[in-house]
C-alpha cells in the first residue's frame, strides 16, 4: 500500500511541475491558429482576440491606467515556458490595468502573457517609428529569476595570488 502510494504522490509532483502557467479558463479563450507574425503585420485585423504570448521586458512604464510593459516577443512551448531567448520576431506592448513593481517587472525578465489585442500603438524605437501590437492583459506569468550559481573558491597550494 505504501509503495502505490508513494507512486502516485510521485506521479503528482511530476504533473504538477508540467503545469501550465495560464488558467485553463483563459487558456480555452485563446484565437487558434493566431501567430504574432500575422498579428505584428497587421494589429487591427485581430483586434479584440485573445492571445497568448511569451518574452523578455525591455521596458516598463507605470501609468494612470496601469503598467505598460515593452516586451521583446519569444516563442513558447507548450507549457507557455519560452523557448529562445535569442530568437524573437519582434516587439509588443502590454497594459497591465494595475500597479507592477517595475524593480521587479523590469528590463531582463521573461513573462508569459494572455490578453486580448486592442490594436496598435506607433512609438520611436531608437531612430524609427516602430509598429507594437498591443494587449489588454488578463493574465500574466513572471518567471523566475534565476541567478548564477557561484562557483566555491577553495586554493590550495604556495604562492601569490593576485585577483583582479
Known sequence: MKKKLLALLSI??????????????LREKVAPGITFKEVKED???????????????????NLKEGTLLEIRQVSLNRWGVLRDRDISEGRFLALYPHFLDSAIYGEG????VAGKIQGKEVRLLGEIEYTYPLLLVKEIHLWRLVRPVREPRIHFGIGIEETF
Do not use: M, N
Request: some cysteine.
Open 12 to 25: 503528482v509532483t511530476i504533473l504538477s511541475g508540467c503545469a501550465h502557467v495560464i488558467s485553463k479558463g
Open 109 to 112: 525578465r521573461e513573462v508569459t
Open 43 to 61: 494589429p487591427d485585423a485581430y483586434q479584440g482576440k485573445i492571445v497568448l504570448w511569451g518574452g523578455v521586458i525591455v521596458k516598463s512604464e
